[in-house]
Each structure stands twice: as structure tokens, then as C-alpha cells.
Nanobody, 123 residues
Framework: QVQFVESGGGLVQPGGSLRLSCAAS????????MAWYRQGPGSQRELVAAISSGDRTYYADSVKGRFTISRENAKNTAYLQMNNLRPDDTAVYYC?????????????????WGQGTQVTVSS
């Protein structure tokens, strides 16, 4: 089974930036779509951004223009650059991947959900 390990979270003030990393195991990374998800306090997990194997991207409306997803296949790693962070971006951020045109198909995700990385936006 593919494993994903998220890192890069932390405490940041409103308007600040963070860059999250997602390291994947195995040899399938370059062939699958990757995505970042988040789960805020008392909320369900939601899709934030996705990137296809061919670098096509998708963003939730709430993060368009502020977040950028990217991938580096040589390092089996996906990234999420988050700028102009707001308090409502506070959440645990997770990554996962699998088959999909841009967004991984929810029923075919490769990895189990890990611990994620906590992002807290507060002054």
C-alpha cells in the first residue's frame, strides 16, 4: 500500500505563508493524481487542491488565488504553497492520491489517511 507523509504545518499569523510537503512511497507516484485535503474543527474532510500526472490543477473556490499545488516526480513529493492565510484555513491537512483526471477518485485513493499536518492561523 502506498503511504503518504505530510509535513510543513505550523502556527502562522493571518496573511502569512506556509509550504506543505507530501512524501509518497512506492513507484506509482508519477502516474497518479495527487490532492490535498483538510479537516477543520467540527468539520468534515474537504478537498482543497489537486494535480494530475500531467500537472493540470484544481482548486476549491475558498483557496483559489492563494494556494498553489505542485509536484516533483523525481522526489515522489507533492507540495501545497499557501499564501495569504486566513483563520478559516486552520485545519489538519492531509494528502492522498490515486487514479483520476485531475482529482483522485474518492473510492480509489491509494493511501490510508495518515496523521496529517496541523495548520493554525491565528494572531
Amino acid at each position: 500500500q502506498v503511504q503518504f507523509v505530510e509535513s510543513g504545518g505550523g502556527l502562522v499569523q493571518p496573511g502569512g505563508s506556509l509550504r506543505l510537503s507530501c512524501a509518497a512511497s512506492g513507484n506509482l507516484f508519477r502516474f497518479v493524481a495527487m490532492a490535498w485535503y483538510r479537516q477543520g474543527p467540527g468539520s468534515q474532510r474537504e478537498l482543497v487542491a489537486a494535480i494530475s500526472s500531467g500537472d493540470r490543477t484544481y482548486y476549491a473556490d475558498s483557496v483559489k488565488g492563494r494556494f498553489t499545488i505542485s509536484r516533483e516526480n523525481a522526489k515522489n513529493t507533492a507540495y501545497l504553497q499557501m499564501n495569504n492565510l486566513r483563520p478559516d484555513d486552520t485545519a489538519v491537512y492531509y494528502c492522498n492520491g490515486g487514479p483520476g483526471m485531475v482529482v483522485p477518485e474518492p473510492s480509489r485513493l491509494f493511501g490510508s489517511w495518515g496523521q496529517g499536518t496541523q495548520v493554525t492561523v491565528s494572531s
